[in-house]
C-alpha cells in the first residue's frame, strides 16, 4: 500500500462505551478460562458491526495481535483500514506493531499502560514495556488514529484486573 486511504470514521462516545464494554466481557471470559484478562474487538466501518472478537491467550498470543493477525487473514487491508479494533488496554508495542502491520485503521484502548503497570507491578507473567502505543505509531509510515484512554470507563476496566495480578 504506497499510500493510505483516508481514516476510518469516528466512533462515536456511545459506541466506543458499548464496544469497550463488550472488551471487558471478552477479557472476563479470557480469564474464567484461566488467562490473563484482556479482551479486543475488530469493529466494522459502520462502527456498530463487531467482525471478531478475541480474549488473551498467553504472554506472547496477546487479545490484541490475535486479533489481527486473524482478520488479516479473513479481510483485505483497504477494509481493515476502515476498521477499529477495540481493547480493554492500551496495547503494548508489539500488538501495535502488529496491527500496523494488519493495516487497521484506527485503535481504541479504555485504559493506559502505566494502569496496567500500578496493577502487575514487576509481575514475572506481565513484564510491561514503557512504551507508549501512540510512539510506536508516530515511527510509522501510515496515520493511525488512536483514542484512549477513556476516562470515564478506565476504572471499570481496572477493576477486571484488580485481583488477578496479586495471585
Not at 64 to 92: D, G
Not at 99 to 113: K, L, M
Not at 129 to 151: D, F, H, N, W, Y
Request: contains cysteine; negative net charge.
Amino acid at each position: 500500500m504506497s499510500q493510505s486511504p483516508a481514516s476510518p470514521p469516528p466512533l462515536t462516545a456511545d459506541q466506543i462505551r458499548r464496544h469497550l464494554l463488550r472488551a471487558d466481557e471478552v477479557a472476563r471470559r479470557a480469564m474464567s478460562l484461566g488467562r490473563h484478562p484482556f479482551g479486543a474487538l475488530l469493529v466494522a466501518p459502520d462502527g456498530e458491526t463487531v467482525l471478531a472478537e478475541q480474549g488473551n491467550i498467553d504472554t506472547v498470543h496477546h487479545a490484541e495481535a490475535t486479533l489481527a493477525r486473524t482478520v488479516s487473514l479473513n479481510y483485505p487491508a483497504s477494509y481493515l483500514w476502515q476498521c477499529t479494533l477495540v481493547t480493554t488496554f492500551e496495547p503494548c508495542a508489539m500488538c501495535t506493531g502488529t496491527i500496523y502491520w494488519a493495516n487497521i485503521g484506527h485503535i481504541v484502548y479504555g485504559a493506559s499502560e502505566e494502569a496496567l503497570l500500578a496493577l502487575t507491578g514487576n509481575h514475572a507473567e506481565n513484564p510491561t514495556l514503557s512504551l507508549p502505543c501512540r510512539e510506536v505509531m508516530a515511527r510509522g509510515q501510515k496515520p493511525v488514529r488512536i483514542t484512549g484512554p477513556v476516562a470515564e470507563l478506565a476504572d471499570a476496566l481496572v477493576d477486571t484486573h484488580r485481583n488477578f495480578w496479586q495471585r
